[in-house]
């Protein structure tokens, strides 16, 4: 009795060869058992990673969707030139589970400046330094 075991495609092939007759026969069976276990207890430890990773760092789109909102908050509302808004950043607060965005204005590259929505109006939550150019009536 010989057994050989291959592992194609994620599937385990057990071939048993048997001695009969004065001749070697082969009996081919698939052993789904161990990479079913195998292939389940990778998925369920991928699924934990994602959830963590997301549920740390927030989700891409809408971190994308509150710096884009906040950007033309800025632009149309707050009547800032466009040119002088350097970057634009979404960002995740795991503390408190809101989206908000970190703006950085071309006059000031050294500071930062954090918006975020609330009740449905964008306010300035977080500076850098109370002494910036673009503080307004909004923070608190």
Do not use: C, W
Request: glycine content about 6%.
């Amino acid at each position: 009795m010989y057994y050989i075991l291959l592992h194609r495609n994620g599937t385990v092939y057990l071939y048993h060869f048997i001695e009969r007759n004065g001749g070697v026969h082969l009996k081919n069976k698939k052993s789904n058992s161990n990479t079913l276990i195998v292939f389940l207890v990778l998925i369920f430890a991928s699924l934990i990673i994602i959830f963590s990773y997301f549920s740390l760092t927030g989700l891409p789109n809408k971190k994308n969707e509150i710096a884009n909102q906040v950007k033309a908050y800025l632009i149309n509302e707050r009547l800032n030139d466009s040119d002088n808004i350097q970057d634009v950043n979404g960002v995740y607060s795991f503390k408190s589970g809101d989206y908000q965005a970190e703006v950085i204005y071309a006059d000031e590259p050294n500071m930062y400046y954090i918006y975020e929505k609330k009740d449905g109006k964008f306010a300035l939550i977080e500076v850098s330094n109370l002494h910036g150019n673009h503080m307004d009536e909004t923070f608190y």
